[in-house]
């Protein structure tokens, strides 16, 4: 052994007497090198490690998809700095942060790091300023002792003397190699679909740990392309969209307070948790919910733990994430004035606002929101106070509502209705170490560590002055002579370990039952109307046309189509009208899963069905890529 290494040694450490440019021990020292980053990766990375490593010994070449782009930026590195350790650190780095990152990513969202999320580096920077001072000062220890080990590496490994055109070669012949290999490889689609995956195949996670993150990753890099839907047809489209609207301008029509909660959930309701001697957290949404002025049931969004843009795309445009499928966010895709609720509003009198306590330039709102029809946007940079204002790394509820409010109060005086729509952002995640003071919320009958039970404690502190706030607004509609429409409902489930959620037995698993598979996915969502609303329309009748199925979930996209049909708007879009007829006939649309109003989950649907399907998906191409064009 001691001969082997003195021999790498000597191979490594070239002197200017031997030059030697396939230094065979250089090579071996890579090859090697490369195999054991790799394996650190799949260790960072992959959860089920007998199952991989089974799979791997079975299908060989899904480790060599793996390695082959460690060893040729190893290579390229060496060529540009003459220096294999220096190759290495530098290699190391990048490949430990992609997977350090991605395992933070699936820890705290259920989902792997995607391409897109290099583009967002700001938005990543201002989540991990939120997280808690020891994982920070992890973090920053992490890069502090890798920048040691670089300067090291370069500061003590001997410098290899290579002639310029040999350097020149070991630049580019990695990088020619990698196209070709990426045309060969990585963006072959059906060779990726047949390695098998552990679970759900839906379920982006298990391609990842089952394929290993460098060969994922890179396969997504090519399959960001967003293709025209099978048989797209424009002209069709456009026809559908040209049907007239019904002209609803002289309709005596109620204000519409629209609020998404961040991470609202109704984990609190589990029979291992007691809040005797506590707050209920979901007091005042549990007694709205079941108020006779009301409906609600389970929302199903596109993603846990994050994505909250994906469901406001959802739900403001009546379009869906879930048949976009795409790694990018859905309002990367809005450069233009673009078809939904508020600009709908907007055009029979409505003012349209929206509200947000959060940076303007997150998923970027600023451009989007007024693209969506949106008159007036208020954000934390011109309306709120973070000095003052803040609570657990955020604006607080008590402040996000005074503005809902502050709104509501102005708009009075008007004779025009109201729409405005809020993104509220005070229970934003990571939740153990959130808050300065941690306030009990709940007993539980199933001993937690301390780590599990802060963040159920704090995720629960949130979910309370979330709850006490709806139950001020309600209050304030109750008590108004104006005609007032609450609609509440969550982005996602919160980022919470889903072996906390299995140890405390939610019926929450992504490669479970199919109803377990849904339940990842649902939040709960309330519309209620006042008493002088209710006069101008009647919830308990109109319910009754809109055909909602006896479980009451219902795909995000549909929410707002659900709301216009509520209120007897009929005609006020032809997508709205389209996706509520679809609506009553799937309820809940998966990737490849679909709820029926019965209850029953299928994987298979009626020749119709799937064209409706096949229509809703080519409609919405039109509406983002070729109307806007």
Not at 187 to 208: A, C, H, M, P, W
Not at 256 to 279: F, K, Q, V
Not at 428 to 450: A, M
Request: glycine share 6%.
């Amino acid at each position: 052994m001691k001969k082997f290494f003195g021999f790498l040694r000597k191979q490594i450490y070239l002197n200017e007497k031997k030059v030697c440019f396939f230094a065979q021990g250089v090579w071996w020292f890579f090859a090697l090198f490369s195999i054991l980053l790799t394996g650190l990766v799949f260790a960072i990375t992959t959860e089920h490690y007998v199952l991989v490593g089974a799979r791997l010994v079975l299908h060989p070449t899904v480790l060599l998809w793996n390695i082959l782009p460690v060893f040729l930026i190893l290579v390229l590195l060496y060529g540009i700095f003459a220096n294999a350790l220096g190759a290495v650190s530098i290699a190391s780095l990048f490949f430990l942060v992609i997977a350090i990152a991605d395992a933070i990513k699936v820890s705290m969202r259920q989902s792997p790091l995607l391409p897109t999320d290099l583009l967002l580096v700001k938005e990543a920077f201002s989540i991990v300023g939120s997280f808690p001072t020891r994982d920070k000062l992890l973090i920053a220890l992490f890069f502090i002792i890798m920048a040691l080990l670089i300067f090291l590496a370069f500061y003590f490994g001997k410098r290899s003397i290579l002639p310029i055109g040999k350097r020149c070669v070991m630049i580019f012949l990695p990088i020619v190699l990698f196209v070709l290999l990426n045309s060969a490889v990585y963006q072959d689609k059906e060779r990726y679909d047949n390695y098998s995956t552990l679970g759900n195949i839906y379920f982006q996670v298990n391609q990842y740990n089952s394929k290993g993150l460098i060969y994922s990753f890179l396969y997504q890099c090519n399959s960001m392309r967003m293709e025209k839907p099978e048989n797209y047809d424009a002209e069709a489209c456009a026809q559908l969209e040209a049907l007239p609207a019904e002209d609803l301008t002289e309709k005596e029509l109620p204000n519409i307070i629209m609020i998404m909660g961040e991470a609202y959930s109704d984990l609190s309701e589990n029979p291992h948790l007691d809040y005797t001697g506590y707050t209920d957290p979901m007091a005042n949404f549990k007694a709205l919910a079941e108020d006779s002025n009301s409906i609600s049931g389970k929302l199903v969004v596109p993603h846990f733990g994050g994505g909250t843009s994906d469901t406001e795309y959802d739900v403001l445009t009546g379009l869906s994430t879930r048949l976009l499928n795409h790694s990018l966010a859905s309002y990367n895709f809005i450069h233009q004035d673009v078809d939904a609720l508020p600009s709908r509003f907007a055009s029979i009198g409505y003012d349209t606002v929206s509200i947000h306590p959060g940076y303007a330039w997150f998923y970027d709102r600023l451009n989007v929101y007024p693209h969506l029809g949106f008159s007036q946007c208020y954000f934390l940079e011109d309306s709120f106070d973070a000095a003052t204002q803040n609570k657990g790394g955020y604006i607080n509820e008590e402040a996000t509502f005074d503005k809902i409010l502050s709104v509501m109060e102005e708009h009075e005086t008007s004779d025009s209705p109201l729409f405005s729509f809020t993104v509220t952002i005070q229970n934003h995640g990571p939740y153990n170490g959130k808050y300065l003071e941690r306030e009990q919320t709940f007993s539980c009958d199933i001993p937690l560590s301390e780590d599990e039970n802060a963040s159920l404690t704090e995720y629960f502190m949130g979910i309370c002055d979330a709850d006490e706030q709806i139950g001020r607004i309600w209050e304030y509609m109750e008590n108004s002579e104006e005609p007032y429409v609450l609609v509440y409902f969550g982005d996602h489930l919160p980022a919470l370990d889903l072996s906390l959620l299995q140890k405390l037995e939610y019926p929450i698993n992504p490669n479970g039952t199919a109803q377990e598979e849904m339940a990842v996915y649902e939040t709960p969502y309330l519309i209620w109307q006042n008493d002088a609303a209710k006069e101008l329309c009647d919830f308990s009748q109109t319910a009754q046309t809109a055909q909602l199925p006896d479980h009451m979930r219902i795909s995000s996209n549909y929410l707002g189509a659900l709301l216009c049909e509520l209120l007897e708007l009929d005609g006020l879009s032809p997508l709205f009208d389209f996706i509520n007829d679809l609506r009553k006939e799937l309820p809940v649309v998966m990737e490849g899963t679909y709820m029926l109003p019965d209850g029953t989950i299928t994987n298979e649907i009626t020749t119709a069905q799937q064209a409706s399907i096949a229509l809703y998906k080519q409609w919405q191409y039109y509406k983002l890529f070729d109307q806007l064009s």
